[in-house]
Each structure stands twice: as C-alpha cells, then as structure tokens.
C-alpha cells in the first residue's frame, strides 16, 4: 500500500535560513507522481511541484527546489533564505493509478509546519 | 481561470444536526474530490467523482456522510446526524479528467466545528 511520511511536525528557523522538509514514500508500483503542496493560515492547498517517477532531475524554481532520489524513496523540499511568508504547512503527496482505471489515488503526509521568525 | 469554490468558509453545529457542504470545481474539469482533513493531519480523501459518477466512496462513512454531483458540475456533502469527530476542514479539489498523472486544485475549505 501507498504510503509518505513527512517525518518532521514542525521546523521553526529564522528569516534568511534555509531549510528542507524531508518526505519518503513507499509504492509497489514503477509509475507515479509526487506533488507538494503548501497550506497558508488561510486553509487553501497551493499546488507547487509535480514530478513524475522517471524524472530524477532536480528542480529549482525560485528559491525553492526540490530532490528526488528513487533510490531512498525520498523527494525532499529546500527552501533557500526563508522569508516570514514561507509560513505554512507543507504536504507531500503520492499519486498512483487505480488497479482497475487510470483513475489518481493521492496520498498525502501528516505535513510539516513550518515557521519563519523575523 | 476562476478556482474551486467553497461555501460556507465556516460553521458551528451543534451534534445531532445536519449540515451541507457546497463546492463548484475549475470550468470543465470532469473530476471532483471531497477530503476531511482533521487538525494536525493531512487530507483524506472521502469521494471522488468522475462527471456525475462516483469513482470511490470507500473511505466516506455511509451511515451520516452524503454526497452528489448531479448534474456533473458542482457537488455538495451532506452530514447527518454530526458528531463531534466530524470537526475538521472539508476541502474540494478538481481535476482536468482524474488522471493519476494531473494535478489536484483545491478550494478554501469549509471549517467545521461540532459542538
């Protein structure tokens, strides 16, 4: 069975730091996706990454980037000189197809809140 | 492009009572998901609908939780009766046609507090 674990609950830095939030996964299947998503106080999901299973390169994007490495089942989130409005809780999600269509079964990890001091 | 909506952001209920979830998803996306995401833990997905189908109920607690899309558009989730563990956020996402491969766009959320 599917399953991410975001082992970290909570990650408290100050401004300008980096920090990564750390997410590992377990699937049987080859193919599949990975997402993040960032939860504001608000409460809205904002969608911020999808890497598929085949696509092991690093992505940046800004100041943030991601890793993907297959073989520990991991694809980790750094943010580079965090600001006060990284505040949030992240989530890391896992996104199989369906055994009977290719319907998307998403999974998601406990999340890490993270908080940015000034 | 508009996003999904929700209504309401917010409602108390006493338990025993009933309440009522509105989402209308991003135009012309044929997929559309219901999670309870309890403090402190992520989504969890309750039904998912593909046009006005249902794709999985599995994890929707049949004996109190309802769910509808119609007209294969806008949904709404019905509780009845609440309990006080039905306190969570109820969230909508959508997607383009429920491939595994897209990506899931969610609304603000509807806060339930069950007193």
């Known amino acids: 069975a599917q399953k991410v674990t975001q082992a970290q609950t909570e990650i408290s830095v100050v401004e300008k730091e980096d920090v990564t939030l750390d997410c590992v996964y377990e699937?049987?299947?080859?193919?599949?996706?990975l997402f993040w998503y960032k939860q504001p106080p608000s409460g809205e999901l904002v969608f911020l990454i999808r890497?598929?299973?085949?696509?092991?390169q690093n992505e940046i994007s800004g100041r943030y980037s991601w890793n993907f490495q297959k073989s520990t089942s991991s694809f980790n989130f750094t943010i580079t000189a965090s600001q006060v409005v990284d505040s949030a809780v992240y989530f890391c999600?896992?996104?199989?197809?369906?055994?009977?269509?290719?319907?998307?079964?998403?999974?998601f990890g406990q999340g890490t809140r993270l908080t940015i001091n000034p | 492009e508009a996003g999904v909506a929700q209504s309401p952001r917010y409602k108390i209920i006493e338990k025993r009572q009933s309440v009522a979830f509105w989402c209308n998803p991003i135009?012309?996306?044929?997929?559309l998901y219901w999670y309870q995401q309890i403090l402190g833990q992520g989504p969890k997905l309750l039904i998912q609908?593909?046009?006005?189908?249902?794709?999985?109920d599995s994890q929707l607690p049949k004996d109190r939780f309802s769910a509808e899309r119609l007209k294969g558009v806008d949904s709404t989730l019905k509780i009845q009766p609440a309990k006080l563990e039905d306190s969570a956020v109820y969230l909508c996402?959508?997607?383009?046609?429920?491939?595994?491969?897209?990506?899931?766009?969610f609304g603000p959320g509807t806060r339930l507090l069950v007193l």
């Open positions: 999600a896992l996104s199989e197809a369906r055994e009977d269509q290719g319907a998307q079964k998403l999974v």
């Open positions: 609908f593909q046009n006005n189908g249902v794709v999985d």
């Open positions: 135009s012309g996306h044929a997929t």
């Open positions: 699937t049987r299947d080859t193919t599949y996706y």
């Open positions: 996402a959508s997607s383009l046609s429920g491939r595994y491969q897209e990506t899931q766009y």
């Open positions: 890497r598929n299973s085949f696509d092991e």
